[in-house]
């Protein structure tokens, strides 16, 4: 099994030259894949008799007769039923040449296509989906199949709100079982499992009358007990009675879960699903994924491996095993009090581990404290330098444009050489993640998505290294709008978007909610309405029983803070546009005066605004070219307060704050900039330069072993810092051993032959 796993484990290297590959070669995945024989339920009443004939023992479990039923129609006359043939028997690239015939020769027909399309659905390449399916529905608008067909696919990819489609669909064609399970299934992720219980009993109440499988049925109403924290086994016997084999049952278990983050109780479920069916390749596949959630690395091998066996052209499986050949290239490091399992890439740990580290500390101690909750193992930091490598951990494809993921205890995240300096604040991402940790652990994995999210942005905002309400206008426009959702629909807007931006925005409202919770009933009451969530009520109940008021209500309060907090902005939104403009115009011409007083109008209209091009920065830069180096300190310190982070900013005021003879205020703004920008060489020494003068022993040291593992040109100076740090420290030996290897880079380095004079003299009696 090492030798298989090797091979099958490098091999992938070979196909592509690209590091990963990703949903683009869609046909290429296609191409000479033969995988297991296909179990999705086919409930399309227009689906040829012969081919029926067949589906009737795949779908008990009877693989191999099916398979003999399937062959003979291989060689007939009708092109798309061996187009389906030769699906159902895993012959991709045969089906795929015999489903561009079949559409070919019926030109103006949407049901090829709705059919070729379903081909490339099942298959995960939603993008060929769905083009297939536009041109189904151009040709009949009104084609029921390509309707359904598409509200599949939206269904699957998370893409916006579906219940138009299927609202027409059930109004149209109201015995359709597969329109039922698509409900029932996207109420099951809201939460609403009194929806999907509907849904789904309807859908079995069909499938019985149509002798229709009623596998499907079984399994979501078994997945509605398990969201319900109740046994399945009902629906796990009766669907394990009409098929033995059949994994899609515990697979389907084991994706609720996952969506719920309950990825401990996913590993029982999926490794059910591999053990009843082996060949289930989709479930080797999360089963292995799974695991690496868990941060068991080493144990995911094996299902990935197994997938890959049978299915090679599966870009989330390839990617991954790629992801996991390339940890070699990584230090683990286990710490203690508290205990943080760290895993940094060996090219940049010297220098981040510092920082990481003590920063990751700080958040498990500040919300184990705030959160009345304490992980019972270690907690895991990955931190990826490639963002590439970043996004396959997460979700199997290159291109994801997230920062942070938590699964768990274990938190995965881009490392800041990941992105150009200034795109990110690390420091306030791994604070975010680290927030997940504690308010998921306290509840047993139960809070809702909106209330969790919301914390972490509130932690961002109040506890973290950039504190401030950091808000853009846009956020208040959306308000403005009225499209801000109800607080017990809110997890909607991170599930199931219905306008572009709009789950960036429900981040946003989550934040806000958390934060006016706060400001009028106190953090103690914030934490009692997360807790309530370890009991698994609605987000109704946990309102009434925390804080003694009805969802309707706490959204009219809501909206009235908001409206009081941003009454500036909110008068006249194009006011604060007028003056922005206004104020860098002014700015650009020299004309610093009205630059002042513009930038002063714009922050008192919206001072939680402190994004690139703020006020604050235009107000400090007409400031100081007016001489006024105190005014240009005063306003970057509040952009600062009120969440400013961009290290060329900080880098300023940090340069202002010295000439100032400020140095106390200098260096504690230079080691703010660790939290954005950590990896530039230039800094480190004038930091530990301050934080010696300081007799800061410690701090210095940490950032002179900085500096000399980012390997600077003049390793002389680091040394040199290195040697005064560990002297002031008390370690007399690591000082001479530095200040010689100082001396020995730049023999005439004068301080550091003035430095060795001095410590010569400290080993006289």
């Known amino acids: 099994m090492q030798n ?66 399937y062959r003979p129609l291989l060689r007939g006359d009708d092109t798309l039923v061996r187009a389906e043939a030769s699906w159902a028997l895993g012959d991709l690239r045969t089906a795929n040449d015999l489903f561009r015939d079949a559409v070919n020769a019926q030109p103006r027909s949407a049901w090829p296509r709705v059919r070729w399309g379903r081909m490339f659905l099942a298959a995960g390449q939603y993008s060929d989906a769905g083009k297939l399916f536009d041109e189904a529905l151009e040709i009949d608008k009104k084609d029921w199949g390509a309707m359904l067909a598409m509200a599949r696919l939206m269904a699957e990819r998370f893409d916006g709100d579906v219940s138009e489609q299927l609202a027409t669909l059930q109004a149209e064609k109201p015995n359709l079982v597969e329109t039922q399970l698509i409900i029932a299934g996207i109420a ?72 719920r983050r309950r990825y401990r109780e996913a590993d029982a479920w999926l490794k059910r699903a591999v053990s009843v069916q082996p060949d289930l390749w989709s479930a ?20 990935l491996v197994a997938a890959y066996e049978g299915d090679p052209f599966n870009t989330t499986t390839v990617n991954t095993l790629r992801l996991l050949d390339s940890l070699a290239q990584f230090d683990v490091v286990d710490t ?62 290159p291109g994801i444009g997230l920062l942070g993921v938590t699964f768990g205890d274990l938190v995965a995240m881009d490392s800041p050489s990941g992105r150009k300096s200034g795109d990110f604040h690390w420091g306030t991402v791994l604070w975010h993640e680290m927030a997940h940790v504690y308010t998921l652990g306290a509840t047993r994995n139960r809070v809702p998505r909106w209330l969790s999210e919301g914390l972490s942005v509130f932690e961002e905002w109040t506890t973290g290294p950039t504190p401030g309400v950091n808000i853009t206008p846009n956020v208040l426009d959306v308000f403005a709008s009225d499209r801000f959702l109800p607080v017990a629909q809110l997890d909607d807007g991170f599930m199931r978007p219905k306008y572009e931006g709009q789950v960036q925005m429900a981040y946003m409202q989550a934040g806000l909610i958390c934060f006016y919770a706060d400001q009028r009933w106190g953090f103690a009451k914030l934490a009692q309405f997360l807790r309530a969530f370890n009991d698994d009520p609605a987000v109704t109940t946990a309102l009434r029983g925390a804080f003694g008021i009805e969802p309707e ?19 006249d939104p194009k006011r604060w546009t007028a003056q922005m403009q206004r104020a860098h115009a002014m700015l650009d011409a020299h004309n610093y005066p009205a630059a002042k007083e513009a930038a002063q109008a ?29 005014g240009a300190i005063a306003a970057l310190t509040s952009w600062r307060k009120a969440g400013g982070w961009d290290p060329e900013g900080l880098r300023k005021l940090g340069t202002l704050l010295l000439a100032a003879k400020r140095d106390a205020d200098a260096a504690e703004v230079f080691a703010a900039v660790n939290y954005a920008d950590p990896l530039a060489i230039d800094g480190h020494d004038r930091l530990g330069q301050l934080l010696l003068a300081q007799s800061k022993g410690p701090s210095a040291l940490r950032e002179y072993q900085v500096l000399l593992a980012l390997q600077p040109l003049d ?51």
């Open 336 to 397: 203690s009090a508290p205990v943080l399992r760290l895993m940094l890439a060996k090219s940049e740990a010297g220098a981040l581990r510092p920082y990481v580290e003590q920063l990751a500390h700080e958040a498990m101690a500040t919300f184990s404290r705030r959160y009345g909750y304490t992980p019972s193992g270690p907690v895991g930091l990955e931190i990826y330098p490639n963002h590439d490598d970043f996004a396959v951990r997460i979700a199997g494809l």
């Open 188 to 259: 099951l992720e809201r939460g609403d499992a009194e929806a999907a219980t509907r849904a789904a009993q309807k859908a079995l109440q069909l499938a019985e009358q149509q002798k229709q499988p009623p596998l499907e049925a079984q399994t979501m109403l078994a997945a509605i007990e398990v969201t319900r924290n109740r046994d399945p086994d009902q629906w796990i016997k009766a669907a394990l009675a009409y098929n033995p084999r059949y994994g899609t049952l515990f697979e389907t278990l084991g994706h609720f879960e996952v969506i």
């Open 602 to 630: 714009a922050i008192t209209i919206l001072p939680e605004f402190t994004s690139g091009g703020s006020a604050y920065e235009v107000l400090a830069s007409a400031e100081e070219a007016t001489g006024n180096s105190a």
């Open 553 to 571: 209500q706490f959204d009219r309060d809501f909206n009235g803070f908001m409206k009081q907090r941003f009454a500036a902005y909110l008068a």
């Open 284 to 303: 080797q596949r999360e089963y292995g994924l799974n695991l690496m959630r868990l941060g068991r690395t080493a144990d995911a091998r094996a299902p």
């Open 715 to 765: 390793s002389a100076t680091a040394n040199y810092g290195l040697a005064r740090a560990y002297r002031m420290t008390g370690d007399a030996a690591e000082a001479r051993r530095h200040l010689l290897e100082s001396l020995d880079t730049a023999p005439n380095f004068r301080p550091a032959q003035k430095l060795l004079l001095e410590m010569t003299g400290d080993r006289k009696p």
């Open 4 to 69: 298989l796993e090797h091979s099958l484990v490098h091999s992938p290297r070979r196909m592509a030259g690209g590091r990963f590959i990703s949903m683009l070669c869609a046909l290429l995945s296609l191409g000479g894949a033969w995988q297991a024989l296909a179990q999705e339920i086919d409930y399309d009443e227009r689906r040829s008799a012969a081919l029926r004939r067949c589906d009737e023992p795949l779908f008990h479990g009877r693989v191999e007769e099916a398979r003999s039923c």
